[in-house]
């Protein structure tokens, strides 16, 4: 079965810091991998995918992250993080044969100021 | 570009009382997909339409809940009757084309707050 699984629930950080979340997914085939983020009171939106090629891939707003096979591991990183980050961050898994985008429960992402 | 659209934001019934949402998914967009995300956790799918042809609701409660998008282009949601487990934000998603292809990306419309008393 399709999983995806997210290391931490809350995460609380100063401006400036360096941010790194935690997800693995568990799909036996092909997968697609995205990170959403949705700030208060705003709809989910994309960060950034990946398809293929390389497994270091940049998004929006300096995010970045890293997919590594031989760990089912997609974590999101930022070197610097901003009170503006403040929000809740979704990894997020399709299968390519199943077209199913499956979900991670989301982190919550506190940034002080 | 218009994103997607949804109606209501918020919705407070008393169960077993109905309830319906509608979406309205980027123009051009063949794909669209129902969420349900409780408080806590990630978005579930419901259903997933191609044009106007279900493609998976394997996740959908079909004794209470029905979707449809007859034209290919807006969707309802129904819940009849509702649960109080049905409390959660209710979210559209569309895309160009389903999964496994490179215009796969999903966008995501801003969702309806449902309240089950």
């Known amino acids: 079965a399709q999983s995806v699984s997210q290391h931490n629930h809350h995460v609380i950080l100063s401006e400036a810091a360096s941010l790194e979340l935690g997800c693995n997914y568990s799909y036996g085939g092909t997968v697609n991998l995205f990170w959403y983020v949705q700030y208060p009171g705003q709809h989910l939106q994309l960060l950034l995918k990946?398809?293929?090629?390389?497994?270091l891939v940049k998004g929006i707003k300096g995010f970045e992250a890293e997919f590594i096979k031989s760990k089912f591991s997609f974590n999101l990183r930022k070197p610097s993080v901003q009170w503006s980050d403040t929000a809740e961050y979704f990894c997020a898994a399709l299968g390519v044969d199943t077209g199913k985008l499956i979900f991670g429960q989301g982190t919550t992402l506190q940034v002080k100021p | 570009e218009a994103g997607v659209a949804q109606s209501p934001r918020y919705k407070i019934i008393e169960k077993r009382q109905s309830v319906a949402f509608w979406c309205n998914p980027i123009?051009?967009?063949?794909?669209l997909y129902w969420y349900q995300q409780i408080l806590g956790q990630g978005p579930k799918l419901l259903i997933q339409?191609?044009?106007?042809?279900?493609?998976?609701d394997s996740q959908l409660p079909k004794d209470r809940f029905s979707a449809e998008r007859l034209k290919g282009v807006d969707s309802t949601l129904k819940i009849q009757p509702a649960k109080l487990e049905d409390s959660a934000v209710y979210l559209c998603?569309?895309?160009?084309?389903?999964?496994?292809?490179?215009?796969?990306?999903?966008?995501f419309g801003p969702g309806t707050r449902l309240t089950v008393l």
């Open positions: 998603a569309s895309s160009l084309e389903p999964g496994g292809s490179l215009t796969n990306e999903q966008f």
């Open positions: 990946y398809f293929s090629g390389d497994p």
């Open positions: 339409f191609q044009n106007n042809g279900v493609v998976d």
């Open positions: 123009s051009g967009h063949a794909t």
